[in-house]
């Protein structure tokens, strides 16, 4: 599936700027993943994200910003993820659904992501945590493969390769490997300490996150750490943009490589992952650390 420049433009945004707002609409799953860092799952509460919240954070910005649907499985609730589809439509500002893809062989919720939702990018999650039938998520590429409009992506946690991933190499679709977040039902996973402090020297998931509850986190980030506010509504997302986020990685990126450059580096555990290996992760020496932190600018 080849990118178009304006999902090129997204993933830049997302990725390199930064200006990127994940709306945690709901904490509730239609699955329990053994490894979930949100501890999702079908008996959590039933929570939506307010639209009062959503208006607050759509008067403050603008296209220069992404957005995130994201859960828990979004799909559960899409009257609120129409909601938040159509502010971004309004606003010219590109978007993400963040899903499991339960719904890839749903007539009804595909026709209103088609239709209604239409979001810039679809990422579904393909990995051996995911207790998703794989013929569901082939059925949901099946469906977008020749949709010019919208991109479909996956993302893999690091390590845990999905044992059907090869009947989705035809699609040529772009994989992103995450590492996990020692948070939640993660943590007994996690091989290596990945907790993420608040003095970040860059981390591919940073942006914000912003939960149900109106709190506020870096998207690496859980409820044991990197806190930045109790109550979005009362923050300016700006504000906290122009205080977190100043300092752009210094590594050159071209359009048709974008994912596969991307590595980030996590200044707590000392930890360097490659996005497009899903096997390495690097533990730094201090000196190759106190190099590498010469080249990119702390913020704190
Ligand atoms: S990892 Fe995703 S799909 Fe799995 S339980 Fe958590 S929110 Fe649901």
Same mark, same amino acid.
């Given at each position: 599936?080849?990118?178009?420049?304006?999902?090129?433009?997204?993933?830049?945004?997302?990725?390199?700027?930064?200006?990127?707002?994940?709306?945690?609409?709901?904490?509730?799953?239609?699955?329990?993943?053994?490894?979930?860092?949100?501890?999702?799952?079908?008996?959590?509460?039933?929570?939506?994200?307010?639209?009062?919240?959503? @208006?607050?954070?759509?008067?403050?910005?603008?296209?220069?910003?992404?957005?995130?649907?994201?859960?828990?499985?979004?799909?559960?609730?899409?009257?609120?993820?129409?909601?938040?589809?159509?502010?971004?439509?309004?606003?010219?500002?590109?978007?993400?659904?963040?899903?499991?893809?339960?719904?890839?062989?749903?007539?009804?919720?595909?026709?209103?992501?088609?239709?209604?939702?239409?979001?810039?990018?679809?990422?579904?999650?393909?990995?051996?945590?995911? @207790?998703?039938?794989?013929?569901?998520?082939?059925? #949901?590429?099946?469906?977008?493969?020749?949709?010019?409009?919208?991109?479909?992506?996956?993302?893999?946690?690091?390590?845990? #390769?999905?044992?059907?991933?090869?009947?989705?190499?035809?699609?040529?679709?772009?994989?992103?490997?995450?590492? #996990?977040?020692?948070?939640?039902?993660?943590?007994?996973?996690?091989?290596?300490?990945?907790?993420?402090?608040?003095?970040?020297?860059?981390?591919?998931?940073?942006?914000?996150?912003?939960?149900?509850?109106?709190?506020?986190?870096?998207?690496?980030?859980?409820?044991?750490?990197?806190?930045?506010?109790?109550?979005? #509504?009362?923050?300016?997302?700006?504000?906290?943009?122009?205080?977190?986020?100043?300092?752009?990685?210094?590594?050159?990126?071209?359009?048709?490589?974008?994912?596969?450059?991307?590595?980030?580096?996590?200044?707590?555990?000392?930890?360097?992952?490659?996005?497009?290996?899903?096997?390495?992760?690097?533990?730094?020496?201090?000196?190759?650390?106190?190099?590498?932190?010469?080249?990119?600018?702390?913020?704190?």
């Amino acid at each position: 599936m080849l990118m178009t420049n304006q999902q090129m433009d997204f993933f830049l945004k997302k990725i390199v700027d930064k200006k990127n707002i994940m709306l945690t609409i709901t904490e509730k799953c239609n699955i329990k993943c053994a490894h979930c860092n949100k501890s999702s799952s079908p008996e959590n509460s039933g929570e939506v994200m307010s639209k009062k919240t959503i @208006n607050y954070i759509f008067n403050q910005i603008n296209n220069e910003w992404t957005v995130d649907i994201f859960g828990g499985e979004p799909m559960l609730y899409p009257d609120t993820a129409i909601y938040i589809a159509k502010k971004c439509h309004e606003k010219n500002i590109m978007f993400e659904l963040l899903t499991n893809g339960f719904w890839g062989s749903d007539r009804k919720l595909i026709k209103l992501v088609k239709e209604k939702i239409k979001p810039t990018v679809i990422n579904f999650s393909l990995d051996s945590f995911h @207790n998703i039938d794989y013929k569901i998520l082939i059925n #949901l590429v099946e469906e977008f493969k020749d949709n010019k409009d919208i991109i479909i992506t996956f993302t893999t946690v690091i390590g845990h #390769l999905h044992p059907k991933s090869d009947e989705f190499k035809k699609y040529n679709i772009t994989n992103i490997y995450d590492p #996990l977040i020692n948070t939640g039902r993660s943590e007994k996973y996690c091989k290596y300490s990945i907790i993420r402090g608040p003095k970040i020297i860059w981390c591919g998931v940073l942006g914000f996150d912003v939960r149900v509850d109106n709190s506020l986190y870096f998207q690496c980030a859980n409820k044991n750490g990197c806190k930045i506010s109790n109550n979005i #509504l009362k923050e300016n997302i700006n504000k906290i943009y122009n205080k977190y986020v100043f300092n752009i990685p210094k590594f050159k990126i071209s359009r048709n490589q974008i994912i596969p450059n991307i590595y980030s580096i996590c200044e707590q555990s000392k930890l360097y992952y490659k996005w497009n290996d899903p096997t390495y992760v690097e533990k730094l020496s201090d000196e190759k650390y106190e190099k590498l932190k010469k080249n990119w600018i702390m913020d704190s």
